[in-house]
């Protein structure tokens, strides 16, 4: 896979490449810093110190996924796979808002005791998998939850 991440000042947008999959565009500038090569995440930071990670991949890459799967059911069983993974390092988590029927579930982990907050949208569509989820100190929760709708939404 190529891949390649550009800031449009005259767009004010911050487009991420990943060929042959398509973009993932964001509004305002973002600064790519890092990229899990196991996760497939690839990790932005804005002038605000918020973070947000985001991936797009292929439905069958998944090892829980199914042929006959709906999308509904994909997204589904994609946060039961991933939240049990935070489950088993001690984070609590819970189901935001339930969108499955519009393709996407918001939902968090979370633990003070380890300082972590993290609000993840996951949503399938047109055959790809998305992975968003969002860290900040500055932005509220509401503020990054709208936000990774919108990248949903748009992209």
Not at 61 to 82: G, I, M, R, S
Not at 88 to 95: A, E, N, Q
Not at 98 to 113: F, P, R, T, V
């Amino acid at each position: 896979m190529l891949v390649a991440d550009s800031y449009d000042e005259k767009k004010n947008q911050t487009t991420l490449t990943l060929l042959p999959y398509g973009n993932i565009v964001f509004p305002e500038k973002w600064a790519k810093t890092s990229y899990n090569q196991v996760s497939k995440q690839h990790f932005f930071t804005n002038n605000e110190s918020t973070t947000i990670a985001v991936t797009k991949n292929p439905k069958d890459k998944y090892p829980f996924y199914k042929n006959n799967q709906t999308d509904n059911e994909f997204v589904t069983d994609f946060v039961k796979w991933d939240a049990e993974y935070w489950q088993k390092i001690g984070l609590k988590v819970t189901t935001v808002d339930n969108q499955a029927d519009k393709g996407y579930i918001l939902w968090q982990a979370k633990s003070d005791e380890k300082n972590v907050n993290t609000i993840f949208l996951f949503g399938c569509k047109n055959g790809f998998a998305y992975n968003f989820s969002g860290t900040s100190e500055k932005w509220t929760e509401t503020k990054i939850k709208d936000f990774l709708v919108r990248l949903f939404n748009d992209n």
